[in-house]
């Protein structure tokens, strides 16, 4: 069964820094592509990061620059490091398997793209406020 355990959100102020992880069970980890997305309250799902298997990037253009997605295969995990935080990053944070660019910077998931059922972990929350 997949599943995703993210962890390391937390409070900062604006210009600061935070390393997301996440951990996932229940699939043959480096078969997928994987990626970050966030929900901020009230909002769906923005697809934030994607790491394709070819090793290929993408990331939405609000955070280009500033957030660097990795992962590794040995441990199943998927990081993604944020620098220079701003307040509109405030959101739940989600990993998650099997995303996909619609365009540079797009980023969604084949079930969020088709509308089949998605599986998301409980999410780590990011607040970014002075």
């Known amino acids: 069964q997949l599943q995703f355990v993210e962890s390391g959100g937390a409070s900062v102020q604006p210009g600061g820094s935070l390393r997301l992880s996440c951990v996932v069970s229940?699939?043959?980890?480096?078969?997928?592509?994987v990626g970050w997305f966030r929900q901020a309250a009230g909002e769906d799902h923005e697809g934030v990061a994607c790491l394709k298997t070819s090793g290929v990037a993408d990331y939405a253009d609000s955070v280009k620059g500033r957030f660097t997605i990795s992962r590794d295969n040995a441990k199943n995990t998927i990081d993604l490091q944020m620098n220079n935080l701003k307040p509109e990053d405030t959101a739940v944070y989600y990993c998650?398997?099997?995303?996909?660019?619609?365009?540079?910077?797009?980023?969604?998931?084949?079930?969020?793209?088709?509308?089949?059922?998605?599986?998301w972990g409980q999410g780590t929350q990011v607040t970014v406020s002075s």
């Open positions: 998650a398997v099997d995303c996909l660019s619609l365009a540079p910077g797009r980023i969604t998931t084949i079930q969020l793209d088709t509308g089949l059922p998605s599986s």
């Open positions: 229940g699939i043959t980890f480096e078969r997928y592509d």
